[in-house]
């Protein structure tokens, strides 16, 4: 299948500063990602859906301005958390997908743990 | 966000049992998916169902999409210990849109 790698696979920030997480798809260009986060024994949750070249969508009582996303390439997706808090310690989890076929299948990145202090 | 309700919740089996969980939902999907995670890695797909009715198999692994699109079981059978890690039913309304995911259920298998 498809690889989708995330960057940095764990981060430790302090509390207030901004962190930067990576999404690419080494081997298909990802018209579509998809940004989630996990909070511990919990699913998964849709915070945003970005599309290359345009604005992202973001989820309801998902901030934007907290979360920034940029999708600025078909292969690479960046979400920073800016003045990241402990309550945001948490894994965040993105997916791709080419979004141009039927029942298109979204490919995981292997999740960036999040821990601010 | 919508979730979708998973149960069980949790599963303690032996190795060599049969393990089945389901996923009920209050909207219709025309794409159910289910993912196993491990600890600290993203979710991998096992199955992916497209048709209302549909029954597939991978392996050990069968699953089908409930006539009503409403829901949908993952069966797995003569279960090993790497078969141990969270199942996520997730649903999807139409071609390439976002996943609603389950709750989750967490398979623990003793020898």
């Known amino acids: 299948g498809a690889v989708v790698s995330q960057h940095p696979s764990w981060v430790i920030c302090k509390s207030g500063t901004s962190v930067k997480i990576e999404c690419r798809s080494l081997d298909f260009q990802a018209t579509t990602m998809f940004w989630y986060r996990q909070f511990p024994k919990q699913s998964l949750m849709l915070m945003a859906t970005?599309?290359?070249?345009?604005?992202?969508?973001?989820e309801q009582g998902v901030e934007k301005d907290k979360f920034l996303i940029n999708h600025a390439s078909l292969t690479l997706s960046t979400l920073t958390v800016t003045s990241a808090h402990p309550e945001d310690s948490s894994f965040y989890i993105c997916?791709?997908?080419?979004?141009?076929?039927?029942?298109?299948?979204?490919?995981f990145g292997q999740g960036t743990r999040l821990t601010v202090v | 966000g919508q979730q979708l309700n998973q149960s069980p919740q949790s599963m303690f089996i032996q190795e060599g049992e049969d393990v089945s969980m389901n996923c009920t939902s209050s909207?219709?999907?025309?794409?159910w998916l289910w993912y196993k995670q491990d600890p600290g890695e993203g979710p991998v797909l096992l199955i992916a169902?497209?048709?209302?009715?549909e029954l597939t198999s991978n392996g050990r692994l069968t699953a089908q999409f409930g006539i009503t699109r409403k829901d949908s079981f993952l069966n797995i059978s003569a279960s090993i210990p790497s078969d141990v890690g969270i199942y996520f039913c997730a649903g999807q309304p139409g071609t390439a849109s976002k996943l609603t995911f389950g709750t989750g259920t967490r398979l623990q298998v003793t020898l």
């Open positions: 997916s791709a997908s080419t979004g141009q076929e039927m029942n298109t299948e979204a490919f």
């Open positions: 169902l497209y048709k209302a009715g």
């Open positions: 909207s219709i999907f025309n794409t």
């Open positions: 970005s599309n290359e070249g345009s604005k992202a969508t973001y």
